[in-house]
């Protein structure tokens, strides 16, 4: 398939994961064009990333045969308006990176013939290790499916999901998931530095461990279960740490953490969008 120019509507922190991953894994800046509401986020974007910056977001929208809208859920709908002109004109293939906002509210917003894949990626995208899910309206034909997949799968792994709805529990799990790891982490760091190691050897180690426990997770056919169990000796250190865990609602509580999750990007959909 021929290089294909993307356009990123909004250059914040996701933009700048996908923005990133995609150079890293080959893709030209020159055929990555950025818009943001905020000069200096562009210019850090020309430096850092010598890609095409402006601040016209129908610039953007004019030289790209892909556009990948990444602003705020919340001031979606004022720019899909904006574009939806000349999304019309140019028969754009659009990607909405949106949490929350449904293909109902894009159509709505954008036009209903508009070819729109839905996705939700998450920030690993950076280091090229990022998870996308995608959904596609009835418009976006076998090449744009293709297209918007490429784009995800330059930066990580994608799937399509085949109900929309499915993108809900997606984002509870993969998109806000890399900060559920991060908050382990900060809270065994924290921990690690009270029991008398210092700073740095209590960030090293967690990050090694966290990284080993990903790489065999992935790489074993074992269960999640299975793998645990090996590192649990039995009347072990291991045993009694996870007996408190356990003890103490961990598993009830990561449910209820990613219900609140999953509920939250039904709410939004609601409140934000024309559902
Ligand atoms: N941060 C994350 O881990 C993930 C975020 N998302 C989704 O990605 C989208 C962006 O999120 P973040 O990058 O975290 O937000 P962010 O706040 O870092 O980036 C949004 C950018 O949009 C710019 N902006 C504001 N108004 C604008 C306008 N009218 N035109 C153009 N640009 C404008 C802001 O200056 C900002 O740089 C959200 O819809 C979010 O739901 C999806 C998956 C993961
Ligand atoms: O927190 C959020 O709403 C966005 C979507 C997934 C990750 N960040």
Known sequence: MKTRTIGFIGGGNMATSLMSGLIASGH??????????????LQAHRDNLNVNASTDNLKIV??????????????????ALQIAP???????????IAAGISQ????????????????????????????????ANANVNEEQKDLAENILRAVGISLWVEHEQELDAVTAVSGSGPAYFFLMMEAMEKTAIEMGLNEHTARLLVQ??????????????????QLRERVTSPGGTTQKAIETFQQN?????????????????IEMSKQLGAD
Not at 34 to 41: E, G, I, L, Q
Not at 86 to 96: E, M, P
Not at 208 to 225: C, F, R, W, Y
């Open 104 to 135: 109902t509210s894009l159509a709505l917003w954008l036009g209903g013939d508009t070819a729109i894949v839905r996705c939700m990626p998450n920030t690993p995208a950076l280091v090229l290790t990022g998870a996308t899910a995608l959904h």
């Open 249 to 265: 609602g961990f598993s009830e509580l990561v449910s209820k953490a990613l219900l609140a999750a999953r509920d939250r990007s």
């Open 62 to 79: 004019q030289e790209v045969d892909v556009v990948v809208l990444a602003v705020k859920p919340q001031i979606l709908r004022e720019v």
């Open 28 to 41: 030209s800046p020159q055929q990555i064009w950025v818009s943001d509401a905020a000069p200096a986020t």
């Open 208 to 225: 090694q461990t966290a990284l080993g426990a990903a790489k065999i997770a992935l790489e074993s056919a074992e269960s999640p279960t």
């Open 86 to 96: 000349l999304v019309k004109q140019k028969d754009s293939l659009v990607v909405s």
